[in-house]
């Protein structure tokens, strides 16, 4: 599902913050509210006088506004900004994820009968922020993403909170959110549909392996540490191996990654989807591990494999916020709930979301 960087939601209910002052005693913010729109929980200033009701401008975390335009200039920091990134930040005790706008300071949006999830990122400029990856993984590129597969890019449960009311009850499995860098790669027939022509001029075999960042098929290198994750795990010999089609899509972590927060002497894979590019289908969960397990490939840590979805999103952020099962003297990013069986969710395509846990977030500057 495309990401709603910039949309009108409407708000749904307006809070008082309060937090404990230097004498140690409870206070009332003067200044600030807090206000929730979808699952999110932002914090916007009294003087704006929202209530309940009120269709806002809510743009999501990881928002990049253009600089020039006078409705958010207030959020400049410097002079040489040309964009200003929305992030997870902590006001008096309380986070603050997205940012509010009344509708009545755009001027393009005047008169227009705009409802509640109007998406709004292309009419008003609003891009994702992406981290620039670092030479040693960006690689030489061998061609785009192949399209026989998905790129991974999960829906934060935030955004679609009412898919814990349409699915309370089910059964499904929780994985921590390992933080690194993106990684896919595949073992596919030379004539399957999706694959990137540059495979199809230097490659003469019947099937080929590739290996793939977030958005590009990197090119074989020693130094790359997309390549490196591979060897290490010697995964081109265990899918050889293995003889049948097959996409891994995981995340590469450890040494010269992520500023390496578990603290890994080398480039690790842990894998977290197992898909058949043949019949377009992922593997639920016990097809998932016992594919892994035949391949000797480490999946990502699972932290429950028997957890009811009967939760409200404030529950699900409490459970994100902990430690790492690599590290536990680091944080670990959040967590990932899939169903047992794989389905399909309306507004979500595949059943499956993440929770990233604030603490993570403002200790990383997120």
């Known amino acids: 599902m495309e990401r709603k960087l910039a949309s009108i939601q409407a708000i749904e209910k307006?809070?008082?913050?309060?937090?404990?002052?230097?004498?140690?005693?409870?206070?009332?913010?003067?200044?600030?509210?807090?206000?929730?729109?979808?699952?999110?929980?932002?914090?916007?200033?009294?003087?704006?006088?929202?209530?309940?009701?009120?269709?806002?401008?809510?743009?999501?975390?990881?928002?990049?506004?253009?600089?020039?335009?006078?409705?958010?200039?207030?959020?400049?920091?410097?002079?040489?900004?040309?964009?200003?990134?929305?992030?997870?930040?902590?006001?008096?005790?309380?986070?603050?994820?997205?940012?509010?706008?009344?509708?009545?300071?755009?001027?393009?949006?005047?008169?227009?009968?705009?409802?509640?999830?109007?998406?709004?990122?292309?009419?008003?400029?609003?891009?994702?922020?992406?981290?620039?990856l670092p030479a040693h993984l960006a690689g030489a590129v061998m061609g785009e993403f192949p399209g026989f597969v998905s790129k991974t890019d999960e829906t934060r449960i935030q955004t679609c909170p009412g898919v814990l009311t349409r699915r309370k009850g089910e059964v499904c499995y929780v994985t921590e959110k390992v933080d690194g860098s993106s990684i896919t790669v595949f073992y596919v027939p030379r004539g399957i549909p999706g694959l990137p022509n540059k495979f199809l001029e230097d490659n003469d075999s019947e099937n080929i392996f590739g290996v793939c960042s977030r958005k590009l098929c990197v090119k074989f290198s020693e130094d790359n540490g997309y390549w490196k994750g591979v060897l290490h795990h010697n995964v081109a010999d265990k899918l050889?191996?293995?003889?049948?089609?097959?996409?891994?899509?995981?995340?590469?972590?450890?040494?010269?990654?992520?500023?390496?927060?578990?603290?890994?002497?080398?480039?690790?894979?842990?894998?977290?989807?197992?898909?058949?590019?043949?019949?377009?289908?992922?593997?639920?969960?016990?097809?998932?591990?016992?594919?892994?397990?035949?391949?000797?490939?480490?999946?990502?840590?699972?932290?429950?494999?028997?957890?009811?979805l009967d939760h409200t999103v404030e529950q699900l952020v409490n459970y994100s916020m902990g430690t790492s099962v690599y590290n536990n003297k680091t944080l670990r990013e959040g967590i990932v709930i899939r169903p047992l069986v794989e389905s399909e969710e309306r507004y979500l395509g595949r059943f499956s979301f993440k929770v990233i846990n604030p603490e993570f977030l403002v200790k990383y500057n997120g």
């Open 240 to 308: 050889y191996s293995y003889g049948k089609p097959i996409v891994l899509q995981g995340e590469l972590y450890g040494a010269g990654i992520q500023d390496n927060k578990y603290k890994m002497q080398s480039i690790r894979i842990a894998w977290y989807n197992v898909f058949d590019p043949i019949e377009r289908k992922y593997a639920g969960f016990n097809e998932f591990q016992d594919i892994l397990n035949k391949l000797d490939q480490p999946s990502v840590p699972v932290l429950d494999k028997n957890f009811v």
């Open 14 to 132: 307006i809070e008082d913050i309060t937090f404990i002052n230097a004498e140690g005693k409870e206070e009332v913010a003067q200044n600030i509210v807090k206000a929730h729109v979808l699952g999110w929980q932002c914090v916007t200033q009294r003087s704006n006088g929202f209530k309940a009701g009120d269709l806002v401008v809510y743009f999501e975390v990881d928002s990049l506004l253009p600089a020039g335009r006078p409705e958010w200039e207030f959020l400049r920091k410097k002079d040489t900004e040309t964009a200003f990134r929305i992030k997870t930040i902590k006001l008096k005790g309380q986070f603050a994820q997205g940012l509010i706008l009344p509708i009545s300071l755009f001027p393009e949006l005047k008169g227009d009968e705009l409802p509640a999830g109007e998406d709004l990122t292309d009419r008003l400029g609003i891009i994702k922020y992406e981290p620039e």
